[in-house]
């Protein structure tokens, strides 16, 4: 481990870690009829904790998800649920911003409609503008909601919530019931006592065993509980409702949030199945989806969503208004899905941009931080967006392996500043907030986050005790010794010749990763035959030499963007013997299969 104060002049190099196979795992896996690679990757990844056999980790079915009435709390959300669907109440639906938020959305909207009979007329959507209203359920939002013509009785969040109690009540005060629907830290101030009802897996008195759930499932869980409610109260005839019809949501939010993709079955339960509603491509959206990022008319995968849809979503979220999104997932047409998702495309590449110019920014005053002996990082970027800022800070924790938080100004306003905080492995976001709150009770205007990912506001005569909280509270976790402190890339280690060439199919029997339980990455050492730019020149394609065997090779952002402008040095030359770490990957072209390395760092 690096020491947490030791000044380092140059960005750190990764650290290469291999992966620990558990002997007896492996065995197992082996003898449920894994091959032998499949079997040590499930044998280098973290266990479910409920001791389930390797073959039900891998891939666990929708028997095998967990009750939700073990949910506190989660009774009473959905009888009172249950009551304002049968008697036609109206109901406020408040979600966040991103994907989790937006998919959140359209679960409880078209459950409401298509599972519980309710009519779309009485339903009414809020999602916060993340530049003009911030996250969560803000103030301005709540005052939408009192002003909105059509009253509500009944306002639902999701994926937030568990940290908004003074906008609880000042609904509450208004005759506005609210029903809390999170998996987001419950603040050390409890849990918000003005909701007549706050799901949340993360409660310490909640029995439902999986605190690892997106803010989707969490909303679906609610809709399945009701569903049950309104079958016994003789509303619905038994089997009438199919709550699983949405699960192709909760997959695209619990991929875009990247929750664990090991410790959960119910993750990985219902990537697996909404996976497969979404290439029965039976919603416009995902047909749209489909002929726009499917490559060759491949099945879309977990990566698809990861990099192609939820990235569009997240994109329109974090410059403008995110109904485009709810939108754009209940298109009911093609046309319209087409257009849904020419919006967000659009978007997405203005989002691109924006974030390739404070990526070099930050970068500049993360090196700066470094020098001076900074553990965690907190960068103040001026001209910053707060709708791009959290991207930003995790592209700097990829590549100093440290806590970040980036900060920006408020929208339009001159006295309060916005940040996004990423964690690293060791390092719980949620509870430096609660340890600033602690030490410095006035300074947080309003955070609230998870282990890894995190949102406050400050005043901005406040930023520069915010900086120093931040670093003080990294300085502190980081003395238990299991923080890096730099990049760590784990691999499986090496990979002969005559089993790579069968390496790219591991994701028949894996799939779906995602965090905790990551595509492969491997190393391995190749002549440098050729190397070329792509795009702008960030990237690099690769021809690859290994024994007599030749491989196509690609390694995004291998150039850095020096303060100038101009690209720094290429990594590698031709002609060299190089070490690399790299995942496989199957890259179809004109109907046929190819192999192709996607190159992580050499070594």
């Avoid at 506005?176 to 987001?184: G, L, N, S, Y």
């Avoid at 410095?440 to 949102?455: D, I, M, Q, R, S």
Wanted: net charge negative; with cysteine; charged share 25%.
């Amino acid at each position: 481990m690096i020491d947490a104060k030791s000044k380092q002049q140059s960005r750190p190099t990764p650290v290469i870690v291999r992966r620990e196979v558990d002997g007896q795992r492996l065995v197992t896996a082996q003898n449920e009829g894994f091959s032998d690679l499949s079997a040590r990757v499930l044998a280098s990844r973290k266990q479910s904790p409920k001791g389930v056999s390797e073959a039900k980790q891998a891939c666990p079915g929708l028997s095998d998800l967990d009750d939700p009435s073990s949910m506190a709390d989660i009774r009473t959300a959905a009888e009172r649920l249950a009551m304002a669907v049968m008697t036609a109440e109206h109901i406020g639906l408040e979600t966040d911003h991103d994907v989790d938020g937006v998919t959140s959305h359209a679960v409880l909207k078209t459950g409401l409609i298509e599972c519980c009979g309710h009519d779309p007329q009485r339903i009414h959507s809020f999602i916060g503008h993340r530049l003009k209203e911030g996250y969560g359920l803000s103030q301005s939002v709540a005052e939408r909601i009192l002003a909105h013509p059509e009253r509500c009785d009944l306002v639902i969040t999701a994926d937030n919530g568990s940290a908004d109690e003074d906008r609880i009540r000042f609904l509450k005060e208004a005759g506005v019931e609210t029903i809390v629907t999170d998996h987001h830290e419950i603040p050390v101030s409890g849990i918000p006592e003005s909701a007549i009802a706050v799901l949340n897996p993360t409660r310490s008195d909640c029995h439902y065993p999986d605190p690892l759930i997106a803010g989707c499932m969490v909303a679906w869980l609610l809709l399945v509980q009701t569903t049950r409610i309104l079958e016994d109260y003789g509303y619905l005839r038994p089997g009438e409702a199919r709550p699983s019809s949405l699960l192709d949501f909760v997959a695209v939010g619990t991929v875009a949030d990247c929750v664990s993709m090991a410790r959960s079955l119910n993750n990985r339960a219902v990537v697996r199945y909404g996976l497969k509603l979404i290439n029965s491509r039976s919603r416009p959206a995902w047909e749209v989806a489909f002929q726009a990022i499917s490559k060759e008319g491949q099945e879309l995968t977990e990566q698809d969503i990861g990099f192609g849809i939820g990235p569009r979503m997240n994109a329109r979220g974090r410059l403008d208004e995110a109904m485009a999104g709810v939108h754009f997932l209940l298109s009911e047409s093609f046309g319209e899905a087409r257009d849904w998702w020419r919006t967000l495309d659009v978007e997405n590449e203005r989002r691109k941009e924006i974030e390739k110019d404070l990526k070099n920014t930050a970068m500049q005053l993360a090196d700066k931080a470094l020098a001076q002996g900074a553990t965690g990082f907190a960068l103040w970027l001026e001209d910053g967006h707060p709708g791009v800022h959290g991207i930003v800070a995790s592209r700097i924790v990829e590549a100093f392996g440290r806590p970040t938080v980036c900060l920006s100004p408020v929208y339009e306003s001159e006295t309060h500043i916005t940040g996004s905080a990423r964690g690293v492995p060791g390092f719980n976001v949620a509870e430096a907030f609660d340890r600033i709150r602690e030490l410095h009770p006035t300074l947080l205007v309003k955070g609230g986050g998870h282990e890894g990912a995190g949102g406050l506001t400050i005043r901005r005569e406040d930023l520069d005790k915010l900086m120093q909280a931040w670093d003080d509270a990294v300085v502190e976790q980081a003395a238990s010794g299991n923080m890096a402190l730099a990049p760590i890339i784990y691999t499986d280690g090496n990979l002969p010749d005559p089993v790579l060439s069968d390496a790219w199919q591991l994701a028949s029997e894996l799939a779906p990763f995602g965090r905790e339980f990551e595509q492969p990455i491997w190393e391995g050492e190749f002549r440098l035959l050729n190397v070329k730019g792509r795009g702008d020149g960030t990237h690099l394609a690769l021809t690859l030499g290994s024994g007599d065997a030749l491989y196509q090779a690609i390694w995004f952002n291998a150039r850095e963007v020096l303060p100038d402008g101009q690209l720094g040095p290429m990594p590698v030359q031709k002609g060299q013997l190089v070490r690399l770490c790299y995942a496989i990957e199957n890259n179809r072209y004109r109907g046929s299969d190819r192999l192709q390395l996607r190159v992580v760092t050499t070594y």
